[in-house]
């Protein structure tokens, strides 16, 4: 089947972009003059908040809401601790766990 790439740039307030192949529609993509486009870009942004449940993290980027990230879309080398520093969080997680079941003994003063 051949493949296309519509481009309708008649309005200059709005581009339109549609993928076929063959009759099917396999993509459409609209932009708008008057808004800056968002998804595709790359951005600085911190996690405010990981939601398991969604698979997913609330990023904060710098725009006027929170962005959504789906941990699908994270590239595995980005989430991959380095052996030296999960070694260290390891060591870390042991001494607060020795530490609070020292704090919790019965009895003790």
Do not use: C, W
Request: zero cysteines; charged letters at 25%; glycine letters at 6%.
């Amino acid at each position: 089947m051949t493949k296309r790439m519509l481009i309708d740039a008649t309005q200059t307030e709005e581009i339109r972009v549609v993928v076929t192949s063959g009759n099917r529609v396999e993509d459409f993509d609209f932009e708008v003059a008057s808004r800056r486009p968002l998804k595709g870009n790359i951005y600085l942004a911190q996690v405010t908040r990981v939601e398991p449940s969604l698979q997913a993290a609330f990023v904060e980027y710098g725009g006027n809401r929170h962005g959504f990230l789906a941990f699908s879309e994270i590239h595995a080398d980005y989430y991959r601790i380095p052996m030296e520093d999960r070694e260290a969080l390891l060591a870390e997680q042991a001494a607060e766990t020795t530490f609070s079941s020292n704090e919790s003994e019965p009895g003790s003063n």
